[in-house]
């Protein structure tokens, strides 16, 4: 069972362009919504990450949008550039119980051309 | 992240041999975690460690083993490699608020 669904599998923008990648998640447990950002050769790090009880979370050119009762999030690029082209990760996860873990997108690979 | 790394950073092996995939990290985590990457499957977590006496199996963890030799170190093997075990392995570390995971720079497995 996916718990956390990720679209698109790749995007294509042109530089200067919008970015927006989407997820959706189940289980409505999940209390925290981190995005990951992945370039070739290197181990994924933490880009911007959002918590259910706000509707938006702004980093510079990043921002995550979270819709709870849509059980949706998504991230947005704003003025995309080539440095941005990397695979993204969503992902979610739940800080009560003792099962603290994250569950991940599958992963988009977003090219910004020049 | 140089704080954690992971050795060897490519391996080829053959089907039935044992391997061991190794971590160490100097950023004094207690939780430690062990993912699977496949090209359009994303990230999927084979096991995890809250501290050196508790491991966690993850969603995929049936071919695998872990040891957690101390706080800082945590061993990923496969005992038998088969070739459906060719991936990208990383290691991953967090401290007690949990959120925030900071990634090694992969072991490349291939079984040939």
């Known amino acids: 069972q996916q718990q956390v669904k990720q679209s698109p599998q790749s995007l294509i923008v042109q530089k200067g362009g919008i970015s927006i990648i989407n997820c959706a998640y189940e289980?409505?447990?999940?209390?925290?919504f981190p995005w990951y950002q992945q370039f070739p050769g290197k181990g994924p790090a933490l880009l911007i990450a959002?918590?259910?009880?706000?509707s938006e979370k702004k980093e510079g050119r990043f921002t995550i949008s979270f819709n709870k009762s849509a059980k949706q999030f998504s991230l947005h690029i704003m003025d995309s550039q080539p440095g941005d082209s990397a695979t993204y990760f969503c992902?979610?996860?739940?800080?009560?119980?003792?099962?603290?873990?994250?569950?991940f997108g599958k992963g988009t690979l977003l090219t910004v051309n020049p | 992240d140089a704080d954690v790394t992971q050795t060897p950073r490519n391996r080829i092996t053959k089907t039935g041999k044992r391997i061991m995939l190794e971590c160490s990290q100097t950023?004094?985590?207690?939780?430690m975690y062990w993912y699977r990457q496949d090209p359009g499957l994303g990230l999927r977590l084979i096991y995890y460690s809250f501290d050196v006496k508790d491991i966690n199996k993850g969603e995929i963890s049936d071919g695998y083993s872990v040891s957690r030799q101390a706080q800082a170190k945590f061993s990923l093997s496969l005992e038998s490699a088969i070739p459906n075990q060719t991936a990208l392995y990383f290691c991953a570390t967090s401290d007690l608020a949990w959120e925030t995971q900071y990634f090694g720079p992969g072991t490349r497995l291939l079984v040939l």
């Open positions: 992902a979610a996860g739940y800080s009560g119980g003792s099962n603290y873990k994250l569950t």
């Open positions: 959002i918590r259910p009880d706000v």
């Open positions: 950023k004094g985590h207690d939780r």
């Open positions: 289980n409505t447990a999940f209390d925290y």
